[in-house]
């Protein structure tokens, strides 16, 4: 590519990227036709723990005089406040002052996770369900402190005492992650009508949704609406149901929810749920219920309402039936004044137009790269080993297949290792999701090299010379050496090209209020704690990257990777991507597949529920991450002759989405 080509296609990615932000901008803040304008904020709520950051929406039309009605929206776990966008723009747009938190351990607020608290116990079953007759009472849970948390979850800190305080002195403290604080904070607003306020959250904030709803319940700011995307229920005997009460509560259902207590336990949702006493209690009937259909009345808070949804775990916050039905219920409960109907929805619009600013930026960092290869970092390139060594046909196969039952076997036992149990010291590691992939990229870092080592040692005995060349960690000069100046060069480049995107997110955030995204959080500007945590972690990730592309893309050498040409290019990409990408792809398959068939989820049916669940449901936003990385690993080795650029880069990105918003205990 000539550097003017190059140049060109950096600017114009560039321009294009800030361009959809600037659209998707446009999006979120309405201003056309019956839609009015809606002024957008950011800011944080000082409390006695620390800040709560939040994203507030206003209506145009809300103003002191004509005060509107107000949501609170709280997202999921390893979430932030932009995963609520859809449920924000779609709120703003039909008057309703709406306001996004980033809870405790998320995004940019700065009290740790486990601020929410924990107990040494368990139950087995729903909350209120459970005895010590049968055994599902007081299951002790020890190990480190963020698999305590992670066993608590389901437990909410307005339940019996007998669940939110052991014998050790600990408690569940605040379930509602700051949604209580953030709540008040929001009735207290002068354009806000505290008597027309509701809340919604998703999976982690839908056990905050239910502790803020008891928290006000009675007051004259209590929510008269609550909505539970992918909620679990308790029955009335796990609190003091005679003073806590909760208003017209909507339930949405996902049909292949990847969480067992999000399906009662089962292994699938089916309309046996609808006969168990815990359902029949939840609608305030006798008799089996319905799905999709609403029981009780609105003027009284007893309206109730389960509404199944197609969909998995993670998409429910996106879903558009979701949104419109939950649209209708806090149009009913809150009085909203609008004509827009519940179907009438743009959000995916600014979506989409997020992810594609997204592709955009990463994808600078390829001309990026060729004008800075061409010119000071010229030093990083080298031309491509031999094809002597190359592997093809059976051996070939073999490897990848090898490969891909390795990575993909050990993926649902070592991430949930490290997610809890792993034992690292936590006020130094302290991403709850990142632990879980850095005992899963430990191990493959250890198998792999022990794999390349085999390898090497036949190679010696056979005479053969250029072995750290083939494994794309030597210069030319000195194929049988490991060089630690082609590392350093590389290093340095890919830092250039990762400040550089860094540099357009900050941009995005500063000018738009957004970051690069699409609906799971990817890109967004470090905290000084999370750029430290990204310090940390990231030795681990460039290593690991390091070892799988030598091993996927330099030492698997086919044909194709000395093929000019979009061509050869494309082909050697399909083969990293295969490889890079088998494991998590098989292990999808095995998920969904008897999921989608009735039988239920893979992890659940073949390993337990232990191993379903947070890794699971993060494989659909997991292996699109790959491809790309493989496409960025595959374009710098064919041009550099070495893995160290692509993969470095990879690492730092793939670290950055981990530690830039995600859970942190501290």
């Not at 990257?545 to 050697?572: I, Q």
């Amino acid at each position: 590519m000539k550097k003017s080509r190059s140049l060109a296609a950096l600017i114009l990615l560039l321009v294009l990227a800030l361009g959809c932000m600037f659209a998707a901008d446009r999006v979120q803040r309405g201003g056309s036709g019956e839609v009015p304008s809606i002024d957008i904020s950011e800011g944080t709520i000082d409390t006695s723990l620390g800040h709560i950051a939040y994203k507030l929406y206003v209506p145009g039309n809300a103003t002191g005089s004509a005060k509107a009605p107000a949501v609170l929206l709280l997202h999921g776990y390893q979430n932030d406040h932009e995963t609520c966008s859809a449920f924000s723009i779609e709120l703003a747009r039909r008057g309703v002052v709406v306001m996004a938190i980033d809870e405790y351990g998320h995004g940019s607020t700065d009290i740790g996770l486990l601020r929410r608290g924990y107990v040494n116990q368990k139950v087995t079953v729903n909350y209120g369900e459970d005895s010590e007759e049968d055994g599902t009472f007081r299951k002790n849970v020890g190990g480190a402190e963020r698999y305590r948390l992670m066993m608590n979850f389901s437990n909410l800190s307005f339940f019996d005492d007998k669940y939110t305080r052991d014998d050790a002195g600990n408690t569940i403290s605040d379930s509602s992650c700051g949604g209580i604080d953030a709540y008040r904070y929001l009735a207290e607003l002068p354009f806000v009508d505290s008597s027309r306020m509701g809340l919604s959250g998703h999976s982690m904030g839908t056990w905050s949704s239910w502790t803020v709803a008891a928290a006000y319940s009675g007051t004259d700011i209590e929510p008269r609406a609550t909505v539970l995307q992918c909620g679990e229920l308790f029955r009335k005997s796990a609190y003091d149901s005679e003073k806590i009460h909760f208003n017209n509560a909507l339930l949405l259902q996902a049909k292949y929810d990847e969480f067992s207590y999000f399906r009662d336990y089962e292994r699938n949702v089916t309309d046996e749920l609808l006969s168990t006493d815990l359902r029949r209690e939840f609608l305030g009937i006798s008799g089996n219920g319905e799905w999709n259909r609403t029981y009780g009345s609105f003027s009284d808070g007893t309206a109730r309402r389960m509404e199944l949804l197609m969909t998995n775990h993670r998409l429910t916050t996106h879903n558009s039936r979701g949104i419109a039905v939950a649209m209708d219920w806090f149009a009913s409960a809150l009085g909203i004044d609008s004509s827009l109907a519940g179907t009438d929805q743009i959000y995916m619009a600014k979506e989409l137009l997020v992810l594609t600013a997204l592709l955009f930026t990463v994808f600078s960092v390829i001309p990026a790269a060729d004008l800075l290869l061409g010119s000071i970092f010229s030093g990083v390139v080298q031309p491509l080993p031999s094809k002597e060594s190359m592997i093809t046909g059976k051996k070939w196969k073999t490897g990848v297949i090898v490969g891909i039952l390795i990575t993909g076997l050990t993926y649902p036992f070592m991430t949930q290792l490290g997610h809890g149990l792993l034992p690292v010291p936590e006020k130094l590691f302290r991403m709850t999701i990142g632990n879980g992939f850095l005992s899963w990229y430990g191990l493959l870092i250890i198998i792999f090299v022990i794999m390349t080592a085999v390898r090497l040692r036949k190679q010696k005995k056979a005479g053969d010379s250029g072995r750290y060349r083939d494994l794309g960690l030597a210069e030319a000069a000195q194929p049988d050496r490991f060089s630690w100046r082609l590392l350093g060069r590389s290093l340095l480049l890919s830092a250039v090209l990762f400040l550089m995107v860094y540099a357009v997110t900050w941009i995005c955030e500063i000018l738009f209020g957004l970051d690069l995204r699409f609906i799971w959080p990817f890109f967004r500007s470090f905290s000084f704690t999370r750029f430290m945590q990204f310090l940390v972690y990231l030795p681990v990730y460039v290593l690991f990257f390091t070892v799988s592309t030598s091993r996927s893309l330099a030492l698997m050498r086919t044909e194709s990777t000395y093929t000019d040409g979009g061509k050869g290019f494309a082909k050697t990409w399909l083969r990293t991507a295969l490889q890079m990408t088998g494991g998590v792809l098989l292990i999808t398959l095995i998920e969904y597949v008897p999921f989608f068939s009735g039988i239920g989820p893979g992890a659940d049916v073949l390993f337990g529920s232990t191993f379903g669940g947070p890794f699971m449901s993060l494989l659909i936003v997991f292996v699109p991450q790959v491809v790309v990385f493989s496409l960025i690993c595959t374009w710098m080795y064919r041009k550099t002759g070495n893995v160290f650029t692509g993969s470095f880069i990879s690492a730092f990105m793939a670290c950055w989405i981990v530690t830039g918003g995600s859970s942190i205990l501290y």
